[in-house]
């Protein structure tokens, strides 16, 4: 895609679309940008696009004509009908990650799956960084890549945390090692089918040669798919026991190709999913050249992200957790997973196109109650009808308030939602910081 000189048109007006903004400017393009929200509403950004002097127009289909290109946030819908009408001009359009990946210095470390790719992306930016190998760390987790291309440089690896959303516009984008922790339903109110959510997580591998890495979990159908049909390297990882070439968990222990790495109890964060972490940043930062015993050293001072399973306090002998991040189905399962009982979940925000009823057993064995909240309430409510107490709370305020009233001591109040933020927030970042600014008035008025 010819960048210098080019009328490139933005879409969508968030972090990504600024930073694709920023990078195309440097590289000589005139870029306009649009967003379905006026720049009045865009308070975070509005400022900026001023300050560079580049025209915005409100989105509509004449702003996608008379343009040469057209590069879209991780947000806005591939299948949107202004790209398929401009794409049918013979319209190049890409997304911000494609963009950023042309201009990126040093090799690429690029990590998905359904659930666990921040915290596995943030441990190994964190191992790395301990080990003395020089590394930033971007993508779906704080900075989009393109605002990564400045402080990139070569012998440095750029570790990214990437969406479905963000690999099903990619061309030539090459990681160096890529990771798919695991494949499970997500996204279908984006992607509509399974089917077209794994195969946008496939693309991290169609760009990779017999040179580059491909990290997979050996205990997933889908990943087991994407290694039989990959031209790269690859190593798998497993809970369940040994796999000849990669790592595994094995009565208690982590082993790389058989040989001892750690103690599964030295891991900080909670839960079996985060030893499934652990083995995959274990194997993305030994393809640096960082040494085993180093590795394994920063990975037991690891202490997790903010929003994954946070322990929030313990307020009159009722303990809190934040894992606003758990978006979907299977997060909350993992969640529900890392606790043995006595659990009040809130449940609850924008419906993905998700089954709750999976949640039923787990739900009726280790939970007092669910605490509804948010647009999704009703089909929640449907889906676990029967399973146990439900409490229709509106927001997670009152949920938090009814939760506090009816826990004893010993039980846990845990936030997992499920579910998107956006009916009630902007993210999960701010639900989130919502719920732990709740849960510490409570410790005040206790």
């Known amino acids: 895609m010819r960048i210098e000189g080019a009328d490139i048109l933005v879409v969508g007006m968030g972090k990504s679309g600024l930073a694709a903004i920023e990078l195309l400017l440097e590289h000589g393009a005139r870029p306009r940008a649009t967003d379905r929200k006026?720049?009045?509403d865009l308070p975070a950004i509005a400022p900026r696009i001023r300050e560079l002097c580049v025209p915005f127009a409100v989105q509509s289909p004449e702003v996608f004509e008379g343009v040469d290109s057209i590069v879209i946030s991780p947000g806005v819908p591939a299948d949107l009908a202004e790209l398929e009408a401009a794409r049918a001009r013979g319209v190049s359009v890409i997304g911000e990650l494609e963009l950023a990946g042309a201009y990126l210095k040093g090799d690429i470390i690029g990590i998905t799956g359904a659930n666990g790719k921040t915290t596995t992306t943030a441990l190994v930016g964190h191992i790395l960084a301990h080990c003395g190998v020089p590394v930033q760390v971007g993508g779906n987790i704080g900075r989009p890549p393109a605002a990564m291309v400045?402080?990139?440089?070569?012998?440095?690896?750029n570790v990214l945390e990437l969406s479905s959303f963000q690999l099903e516009t990619i061309e030539k984008f090459r990681a160096r090692v890529g990771v798919v922790i695991n494949v499970t339903p997500d996204h279908l109110d984006r992607h509509h089918t399974f089917a077209r959510y794994a195969a946008a997580k496939e693309r991290l591998f169609e760009n990779q040669g017999p040179d580059d890495v491909a990290i997979l979990s050996a205990d997933d159908a889908t990943c087991m798919d994407y290694a039989r049909r990959t031209k790269s390297r690859t190593l798998l990882f497993s809970l369940k026991g040994p796999v000849d070439k990669g790592a595994y968990l094995d009565d208690g222990k982590l082993y790389v190709d058989g040989g001892f790495l750690m103690d599964a109890a030295a891991i900080p964060m909670r839960g079996?999913?985060?030893?499934?972490?652990?083995?995959?940043?274990?194997?993305?930062?030994?393809?640096?050249?960082?040494?085993?015993?180093?590795?394994?050293?920063?990975?037991?001072?690891?202490?997790g992200v903010e929003h994954r399973i946070e322990f929030v306090r313990t307020v009159n002998g009722v303990s809190f957790y934040n894992d606003s991040k758990a978006t979907n189905v299977d997060a909350t399962q993992k969640a529900i997973d890392a606790f043995e009982g006595g659990l009040w979940l809130i449940l609850g925000g924008k419906d993905k196109g998700s089954d709750y009823r999976t949640l039923r057993p787990s739900l009726a064995a280790k939970a007092h109650a669910v605490l509804l909240v948010g647009a999704a309430s009703a089909k929640i409510a449907d889906h676990l009808a029967g399973t146990l107490l439900l409490m229709d709370c509106g927001t997670i305020a009152e949920a938090v308030r009814i939760a506090y009233e009816k826990a004893r001591p010993g039980d846990t109040v845990l936030l997992a939602p499920a579910c998107a933020s956006f009916d009630q927030f902007s993210g999960y970042e701010e639900r989130g910081r919502v719920f732990k600014g709740l849960v510490s008035r409570l410790e005040e008025k206790a």
């Open 38 to 40: 006026g720049l009045d």
């Open 272 to 303: 079996l999913h985060n030893v499934e972490n652990t083995l995959t940043a274990v194997l993305a930062a030994r393809e640096t050249g960082a040494p085993l015993a180093s590795i394994a050293a920063a990975a037991g001072t690891f202490p």
């Open 150 to 157: 400045a402080g990139s440089k070569p012998g440095q690896w």
